[in-house]
Structure formats: C-alpha cells, structure tokens
C-alpha cells in the first residue's frame, strides 16, 4: 500500500476474496479491527460467491464451463490438456446455436467470451488459459462474501501482525545466500544445542533453526535452488519446479480530476468486438497489448482512493 494520486493505491493484492469465517486473512483483518463496517456486516459474509446480478448469456455459458471443469479434477485422461483448450473447444459445439443464427449478435456473444477468457487469466495469473492445466483446474474453491478492501490499505494488516512481535524479531533487507539442511550444527556456548538447518546471508551472519519456511518467488526457485539448498533437494522436488508455471499480473492506475463515470459504476470493462475466442489473438502484444486489458475497476470510495481507475493486465 502505497500514497498515490489523490489517496491510497494498492501495488499488489488489492481485495480480500471471499471475506467469511473460512478465510483467515479476513478473520485476522476483522480481529485488528482493519476493516470498513460494510465487510464486517454478517449479510456480507453470505452473498454467493460472486456476488452479482446474474451475467447475461455468454457469461452464463463460459461460467458454466469453467465449472464443468471440476468434473476432470483427478482423471487421468482429460479430454484436453489445457483449460483454454477445453473452453474453445466447447464454445465451438455451441456456435451453431448461438444467437439464433445472428450474425453480428453471435459475433459479439463471442467477442464477450474472448473477455472472459482474458479476465479468467488476470484470475489464474498467466499470460494465456492454454498454459493452465485441465485436471487440476477444479481444485480451486471460491470462499462466500463480496470481496473487500482495507480502508488503511493491505499493508495494514501486515503492520498490526509485525505489532505483536518483539521489537528486533523481524529482519528485513537480509539477503539469504544457503540454507543447509540435513545437518548437524552445533551453536556456541555451554549449554550448546545441536540444530538441522543452517541459514547463511551474504553479510557473513548465521541462523541455526529446527525449520525453516522458505518463502521465495518460484522464478528465484528456477534459476537458484541447485546452489540455494545444501544438499540439493529432492529430484522430485527439483523437477515440480522445474514443471510449475508462472505469470505476470500488472495493474495501470489513471487519475482524473473529475470522474467521467457514474457515482455507483464498479467496473469499465472492455470487448473488443473484433475478437473471438475461437480465432489466435495478435501476435504482435508490442502494437496490441491494451487488449489484453480486461477493464477498469473504479476504486471506491472516492474518499479513500480520489477519482483513480485500476486497469489489469496478464501476460
């Protein structure tokens, strides 16, 4: 959380998904009091998940199939490798029946679908939904309650948590260069305990621990794990991530000095109706990457945020 334009903008995670007693970010938010008393309401906590009017046609059929996809969690044959795959797939099957035979109706139900594939990989966090295993896709569980926000910004959260230790506890800016583990490190001292796991920094200090979580991005994992760990880790561990996939989520921020949109608007979103999701997308993302936008969130409220749109992009 950061101070920008005219009031507070989130650089990364920006709602709380699904805010009801299954969530602990949202549990530990309403213990510290962190949150505005629209999202402690017990009203808010019940909505399905979701939380919107029901969308029309093209969205009904492309929501209905990211569902359907639960039913290959565990196959061992799946009917497509990838979930964009299978969603082209079967939009194709209904085509024919789309729109009664309109043609410019039919041309922009398809152009919403190609939305919706794109909002689906802000979502999922990949450039495209061919990248996006089918089988597993449906492990994903959607927590109930309208997603909400930190009236003092998500870093909120993190500051009343680092509140609770002691002062010192928390180490930032401490490069780590190894982490030796499967040994046998004695600490000094007379009553000196013998601990598995060795922590080195770049400045020369030791950590001796029982565990450590390691917590580091999958693409420092990638070009690092071979000379991070002592030993290496497990084959099976190494290839997992050498196999594990990741994207990029990045939001565009624009402030006005008047708003153009109505006091209620929550979403600008976007459809090219040139698009389909049947039909390869531009090459050429240097020339065309605004349409890999999915839209703008209008952040609310305006006291908080100033007359500021998010936009989101994957890829």
Not at 22 to 45: D, K
Not at 129 to 154: H, I, K, Q, W
Not at 161 to 185: C, E, M, Y
């Amino acid at each position: 959380s950061l101070p920008a334009a005219s009031g507070l903008a989130e650089m990364g995670a920006h709602w709380i998904h699904g805010p009801s007693p299954g969530n602990p970010v949202f549990c530990l938010a309403s213990r510290y009091g962190l949150l505005g008393p629209e999202a402690a309401r017990e009203e808010n906590q019940q909505v399905e998940a979701g939380g919107h009017p029901p969308p029309p046609a093209p969205r009904d059929l492309f929501y209905a199939l990211l569902a359907s996809t639960r039913a290959f969690q565990g196959s061992k044959e799946p009917p497509w490798p990838s979930v964009g795959q299978y969603v082209r797939a079967e939009i194709a099957r209904t085509v024919p029946t789309m729109a009664r035979g309109q043609e410019d109706a039919r041309r922009l139900q398809l152009a919403v679908l190609a939305a919706c594939l794109k909002l689906e990989c802000c979502i999922s966090g990949t450039h495209s939904m061919d990248l996006v295993a089918l089988e597993p896709f449906g492990e994903y569980v959607s927590l109930p309650g309208l997603d909400c926000t930190f009236p003092g910004g998500y870093s909120s959260l993190a500051e009343r948590l680092l509140s609770d230790l002691p002062q010192g506890t928390v180490l930032l800016n401490k490069a780590v260069r190894t982490i030796q583990w499967q040994g046998s490190f004695r600490e000094e001292g007379d009553d000196a305990r013998v601990f598995p796991v060795r922590v080195e920094c770049e400045d020369g200090d030791v950590f001796l621990a029982d565990h450590v979580i390691v917590t580091v991005p999958l693409g420092f994992l990638k070009e690092r794990h071979q000379e991070f760990f002592q030993p290496p880790l497990p084959e099976r561990k190494a290839q997992a991530i050498r196999h594990l996939g990741f994207g990029t989520n990045n939001k565009i921020f624009l402030e006005f000095e008047q708003p153009f949109w109505e006091p209620e608007q929550q979403l600008l979103e976007v459809v090219w109706e040139d698009e389909s999701p049947l039909e390869e997308p531009s090459a050429d993302l240097e020339a065309n990457w605004f349409k890999k936008l999915i839209g703008f969130v209008v952040l609310q409220p305006p006291e908080q945020h100033g007359h500021v749109l998010c936009g989101f992009i994957a890829g």
